[in-house]
């Protein structure tokens, strides 16, 4: 028996109808959404950008969302007039939070005309789904975006109230969230932000990979004159390392902070062990831009082009230019210079010992160590910059474990060279 044309409506009409619900129960919604306004402007200047005040409030705030609420998946704001510049401190706000967690800022573009519907269009979007959404907005719009993503009564705010955070939760498949309201003054002074920091006080330490790969630049062609001397360096060396010198470069494989112990003198993960846990974090970023500069060079091993060169060392299969080792405890013994500066010649022969090892046992060409101690002082230099080092190295029980250490006198300290 046929169907006539009213009842297939109907049931397409259903099915559409089935479906919006299907979709909206599949819990296509985010788990948080963390609502603030723009910093304040300057008024002393009399223009409309963030003020330097602002600004040092926006990146305690970036440190605050990540340490009290965990790192977001997403950052959305309020746009901006490109010609004019105008509402462009939701933006500005924003930059401390997509530098700490390297996030994209995305500009919400449909938000001037109807934030509401840009509320609603982040409850059915599946790139924020079961998400952290930081979303950072013109304070007179505010209300509206609240009522898009379900939160319908949320009241005006003050043009001079810049201390409002309000966070709200989805259950799953809800798309009405419940809503709880903080103060930022007192989100500031909180233990989550004194724990994390103290648990990794690197977080949000970013290095660009851009200038510091100039700074090395590129490793030698094939063929070229220069990888050609790198190659007599290391079939020299393979035929005159002795066995001492082969056992000396296993002890420095793996990549310790307690393997500066005998530049110092003491036993560092029982002296000095919160000193220990924070220059192995900062660390890390620098890891993470070497790695970065090697995936953009690709140069290979010596030994997998060559195979006459006989590692003494395991092989690794990652790319060759600049050595991580080298960056590693060149950067390492940079940074615990910064902290103990009296130390500095003792630890640097530990910082370069780490990287020369590496082309004595044939798995580095020479210019791929000479990188990677240039670029460990460079990256070091970087990290020494940031506020987060600084506030790491002022830390009184950073300081009390750098004065035990000091304790132990020049004349004091074991040899290096046996």
């Known amino acids: ?131 952290r959404l930081v979303m950072i907005w013109e304070h007179r719009r505010l209300p509206d975006l609240a009522r898009g993503l379900g939160w319908g009564t949320m009241p005006p705010i003050a043009d001079d109230d810049f201390d409002r955070l309000e966070l709200l939760r989805y259950g799953p498949g809800s798309v009405t969230p419940t809503v709880e309201r903080y103060s930022q003054s007192r989100l500031l002074s909180n233990n989550c932000v004194r724990e994390a920091e103290a648990a990794n006080p690197a977080a949000g330490v970013v290095l660009d990979p851009e200038p510091l790969q100039r700074l090395i630049g590129a490793p030698p062609r094939p063929g070229s004159l220069a990888e050609q001397e790198d190659l007599a360096v290391l079939r020299w060396l393979q035929q005159t390392r002795s066995p001492q010198q082969v056992a000396s470069s296993w ?30 974090s900062f660390l890390e970023p620098v890891s993470k831009v070497k790695d ?38 060149r950067a390492a013994a940079e940074l615990l210079a910064d902290l103990l500066p009296a130390r500095r010649e003792r630890l640097g022969w530990i ?36 506020e987060a080092w600084k506030r790491f190295r002022q830390d009184p029980r950073i300081q009390t474990e750098l004065k035990a250490i000091l304790a132990i006198r020049e004349g004091g300290l074991p040899p290096l060279v046996h």
Not at 374 to 385: N, T
């Open 251 to 280: 002890i420095l494989l793996d990549r310790d902070i307690s393997l500066f112990n005998i530049s110092l003198g003491v036993d560092l993960p029982r002296s000095a062990p919160l000193l220990v846990k924070g220059v192995a």
């Open 351 to 386: 910082g370069r010992q780490g990287g020369f090892n590496r082309s004595l046992c044939g798995v580095h060409y020479p210019s791929d160590v000479a990188a990677g101690q240039l670029l460990g002082v460079a990256a070091a230099k970087e990290v020494i910059r940031t």
């Open 1 to 131: 028996m046929g169907m006539g044309a009213g009842h297939i409506r109907r049931i397409a009409g259903l099915t559409l109808a089935t479906l919006v619900v299907a979709i909206q129960a599949a819990g296509a919604t985010p788990k948080e959404v963390l609502l603030l306004r723009h910093g304040h402007k300057d008024t002393v200047r009399g223009d409309s950008n963030l003020s330097p005040q602002g600004l040092v409030r926006m990146e305690a705030m970036a440190r605050v969302i990540t340490a009290c609420f965990g790192a977001p998946t997403q950052l959305r704001v309020y746009p901006f007039d490109r010609l004019t510049g105008k509402n462009a401190r939701s933006y500005q706000s924003a930059v401390p939070l997509a530098v700490a967690t390297g996030l994209t800022i995305a500009l919400a573009e449909g938000a001037p005309t109807d934030s509401e519907e840009e509320g609603r269009s982040i409850l059915t979007d599946p790139s924020a789904n079961d998400g």
């Open 292 to 329: 970065q500069i090697k995936d953009t060079l690709r140069r290979p091993r010596p030994f997998v082009n060559h195979p006459d060169l006989m590692p003494c060392l395991p092989r690794e299969d990652t790319f060759s230019y600049p050595s991580g080792h080298s960056t590693w405890y």
